[in-house]
Every structure is written in C-alpha cells, then in structure tokens.
C-alpha cells in the first residue's frame, strides 16, 4: 500500500462514480484493504479528493516555452480536454490549490502571461479569467454530453426548440444559437484568444 496506489485508485473511482461516489470505503474496497489500512497513508478524504485533483493536473503536457499566446493556448487547451477526461475535475478546482502539478501548471501560465506585458493587478485578473474559462467550458461540455450522452439528437431537439419561436429569441435564431457551425474546439481557442484580447 502505498500513496500513488490510493491516488490511482481513487483518480478509478471519481471517474466511475463521480465525487459522490467515491467513499474511503470503496476505495479500499477497490484496493483489498480496509478502510482504516487507508488512513496510515492519508488523512481524510479531502485529502484523497486533493491528491487526486493534483495527480489529473499532472496529465495536462506543460509546453516548451515559446510566443506567449501560444503557450497560454496549448496549456489551457491541454488543461480543458484532461477536465473532460475527468468530469468530476472541473468542481473540485474551487477548492484550495496547492498540489505541485496545479502550482507548477498556474506558475507555467503566469510566466507566459509576464511575458506578453502583463503584470500587477492585470495579471491577477486574466488568470483567473482564464482560469474560469476552463473550469466553466469543461463543466458545461461535460455536464451536457452526461445529460444527453452527447447525442447529435439532444442538440437537434434544443435546436429545433429555440428556432421554433423567433417570436421570443430573434436574435438566437438569427445568430444560430445551438447551431453546429463553430466546434466546442473552435469555439474555446477564439474564447482564449478574445480574452487576451480584450486584457491586452
């Protein structure tokens, strides 16, 4: 028994049953241990919800420093595809952050951020703005794609909901509210891209 077992098999669990579903019980159910085996090892299980949350950010690929805007967009691209892959991910974020893969990824970010001319308060505020940015896409992608399994049909029938009364949302019709036209893809890397942007 060690650490990074308990931590991979909790990073199993959470990603099974969510953070509902993850109980020291059946994490060491999971491990062939007892529950009381689990805390030699780890204290609470807001200690394992933080060593897992750490270990996922350890996924996101840190980019070799280059033009700042190109970094700032592959680390927080990289960043929201492991939060999919981790739907559970994007809510624990509110909590205190200070794992060394969160702490070398947020100070990866900043330094690129320094780079592109940012600083003081300015600097405090893009962060978090990207930030969010990330945890907000990946939570709605991903909360929609649990509630309709990612069907082509779910978003037809919203679609077909929204454009069947131009009466009460002309401008979301008008604007293809719902539409296909832009991938989630797409449409993160202009946000990205918009927020830096406007921040410049």
Same mark, same amino acid.
């Given at each position: ?46 200690? +394992? ?6 270990? +996922? ?40 952050? $200070? ?19 940012? #600083?003081? +308060?300015? $600097? ?58 832009? #991938? ?17």
């Amino acid at each position: 028994m060690t650490r990074p077992r308990i931590v991979d098999a909790a990073v199993s669990v959470l990603d099974e049953g969510g953070v509902d579903g993850l109980t020291m019980r059946r994490l060491a159910s999971r491990l062939a241990v007892t529950a009381t085996a689990l805390y030699w090892h780890v204290a609470t299980r807001d200690d +394992v919800l933080d060593l897992a949350l750490d270990a +996922v950010f350890g996924e996101v690929e840190v980019p070799r420093a280059g033009e700042w805007r190109a970094d700032v967009l592959a680390l927080t691209s990289r960043w929201r595809a492991v939060m999919l892959r981790h739907p559970w991910a994007p809510g624990l974020v509110g909590r205190p952050l $200070l794992g060394p893969n969160v702490l070398a990824r947020t100070e990866f970010l900043q330094s690129a951020l320094v780079r592109g001319g940012f #600083s003081g +308060v300015r $600097l405090a505020v893009v962060t978090r703005l990207l930030a969010n940015f990330v945890i907000g896409a990946a939570l709605t992608e991903s909360t929609w794609q649990r509630s309709s399994d990612g069907s082509s049909s779910s978003r037809a029938a919203a679609r077909d909901y929204v454009s069947s009364a131009p009466d009460l949302y002309p401008t979301l019709v008008a604007s293809g509210h719902l539409d296909d036209a832009w #991938s989630d893809d797409d449409l993160f890397a202009r946000g990205v891209e918009a927020i830096l942007e406007v921040s410049a």
